[in-house]
Nanobody
Framework: QVQLVEAGGGLVQAGGSLRLSCAAS????????IKWFRQAPGKEREFVAD????????YYVEPVKGRFTISRDNSKNTAYLQMNSLKPEDTAVYYC???????????WGQGTQVTVSS
């Protein structure tokens, strides 16, 4: 019912910034919690951040806390991940995930590549 498309990835120097977007189609976006994951080459996918349906609650893993900001605009059916002070260790494919509270609905985008050079 929901299709997700990530955008905004690219090549950036260490210390730079990128803003990722996750555009959703479908009528249930506003009821879903949004999570960002990432997967570095040769490593397992890891959780990065999430945000509640109304944006009232956010959570970040410690390695990105203070540098990344997750947000959403339900009127545009779009979520964002603002990434500042990027480090080479942030290099990964970043995936957007939309999930209901019960995980009865669970949607994934195709990912967008983020590469941070030294």
């Amino acid at each position: 019912q929901v299709q997700l498309v990530e955008a905004g990835g690219g090549l950036v120097q260490a210390g730079g910034s990128l803003r990722l977007s996750c555009a959703a189609s479908g009528r249930t976006f506003s009821s879903l919690r949004i999570k960002w994951f990432r997967q570095a080459p040769g490593k397992e996918r890891e959780f990065v951040a999430d945000i509640s349906w109304n944006g009232g609650s956010t959570y970040y893993v410690e390695p990105v806390k203070g540098r990344f900001t997750i947000s959403r605009d339900n009127s545009k059916n779009t979520a964002y991940l603002q990434m500042n002070s990027l480090k080479p260790e942030d290099t990964a494919v970043y995936y957007c995930n939309a999930r209901s509270a019960t995980a009865r609905e669970d949607y994934w985008g195709q990912g967008t590549q983020v590469t941070v050079s030294s």
